[in-house]
């Protein structure tokens, strides 16, 4: 009989973590292999997310089982992954497991093995050491390229490169608030971004479109980020912060040159949102699954174009409210000499997948990819969208030991 009382998972998950910080990437892998096999656990894989969000990829490894990608719409792992849950299938050789690698709230991928049989002992284990795999794969990724390898299904441009390198993890959850993002073509995107910081109880979000294609587009949407940032971190009002980014882009790249904006305070723990836009597409506040209204208010110039000192828009959340933040290339595809898709199509699919899915990062996924082939497959501009999700309430009982 194997012992996996709360001493021996204490015991298995503290080698791990005593080596954690000197282990080379390579060595990750035997090393999680090594740590299922001593719960009984074998055919150990650890599938990361594509970056066009399609599938879940295996990593190469060694002791690790690479098989086939498996899509994240239609599998067992993909389940695992959008809804953050473990997911068992029994099978005539045992029971497979799917355990969604969370690093606090962002999931990285999944890990799967096989159990002869599963006990809730065996769940309690492998959940920790699940989180503890996605800390190491996330502290690693910095200074290795073995994962970003394993998760390019195409050759990826120079510009989406610096994109990619930009944003920070593209979903975030915490008890009060959840975000999730995605860009398009993921590939070959450009000039779109967003950013985003959770400080204390405001979560601070920015949208940002530059003007053009390849690398000017993303040398300018990395300046916006940048200015962005170090105005936020500044701990300045919105209207000071677009100030700054509009001086850092005119000075940068001249008149000629701009970025559309927007920049979004939420307190977390009242509901209180407060924007900016600067150029930019109006939001769609999302109440009870459907689309209520545009958050549309005064509108600036530009980031670049010396706009006038913008006026602040406000709404009160109600629990559960979304807000969808998306860049016009979502809405501006069109064949040349007919329509635009629009935003009443938009609409229209933003409240179709809302009945469908469950979770921010479900539901951008899924919208985007709907869009994508409404469109017909075209995405000649950049088509970015992003999500927020209010759920209010406190997170204290957190810091709290049991």
């Not at 035997?30 to 990829?57: F, M, N």
């Not at 940002?208 to 300045?236: K, N, Q």
């Amino acid at each position: 009989m194997l012992d996996r009382s709360e001493g021996f998972g204490e015991r298995l998950l503290g080698v791990l973590l005593d080596r954690a910080h000197e282990m080379p990437p390579q060595l990750i892998a035997p090393l999680i292999a090594e740590e299922v096999a001593r719960v009984g656990g074998r055919d150990v894989s650890i599938l990361l997310q594509d970056y066009g969000q399609l599938v879940l990829v295996p990593l190469p490894g060694r002791r690790l089982m690479v098989g086939e990608p498996e899509p994240i719409s239609d599998s067992p792992a993909g389940r695992a992954f959008l809804h953050a849950t473990t997911v068992e299938v029994p099978g005539a050789d045992g029971v497979r497991m799917y355990l969604p690698l969370l690093d606090g709230s962002d999931q990285v991928g999944v890990m799967t093995l096989t159990l002869d049989s599963v006990d809730d002992d065996d769940r309690r284990l492998l959940r920790r050491l699940a989180g503890l795999v996605a800390d190491m794969l996330v502290t690693k990724h910095s200074y290795t390229d073995q994962f970003f390898r394993a998760r390019r299904r195409e050759p990826m441009s120079v510009a989406a490169e610096i994109q990619w390198s930009l944003l920070p993890p593209l979903a975030m959850s915490v008890p009060q608030v959840a975000v999730a993002g995605i860009l398009e073509p993921a590939y070959d995107v450009a000039g779109d971004s967003f950013d985003y910081a959770l400080n204390e109880d405001i979560l601070h979000v920015a949208m940002v479109d530059a003007m053009g294609h390849g690398l000017d587009a993303a040398t300018m949407a990395t300046v916006a980020v940048g200015a962005y940032r170090h105005a936020r971190r500044a701990d300045i009002g919105l209207s000071e912060i677009y100030a700054f980014m509009d001086r850092a882009i005119a000075e940068q790249f001249g008149p000629d040159h701009f970025v559309t904006a927007q920049m979004m305070r939420l307190n977390i723990v009242t509901g209180h949102l407060q924007w900016v836009n600067a150029g930019h597409p109006a939001p769609l506040l999302i109440r009870d699954h459907q689309v209520v209204r545009q958050l549309g208010g005064p509108t600036t110039l530009p980031v670049g174009f010396g706009g006038e000192e913008p006026r602040i828009s406000a709404q009160m959340l109600r629990r559960g409210d979304r807000v969808l933040c998306f860049t016009d290339g979502l809405i501006e595809e069109h064949e040349a000499g007919e329509e635009q898709f629009g935003e009443e199509q938009l609409i229209h699919w933003v409240n179709r997948v809302e009945r469908t899915e469950k979770g921010v990062r479900a539901v951008v996924r899924s919208l985007s990819h709907a869009l994508k082939q409404q469109r017909g497959g075209r995405t000649t501009d950049d088509a970015t969208l992003f999500l927020i999700e209010w759920r209010g309430g406190a997170a204290e009982h957190l810091a709290l030991l049991e």
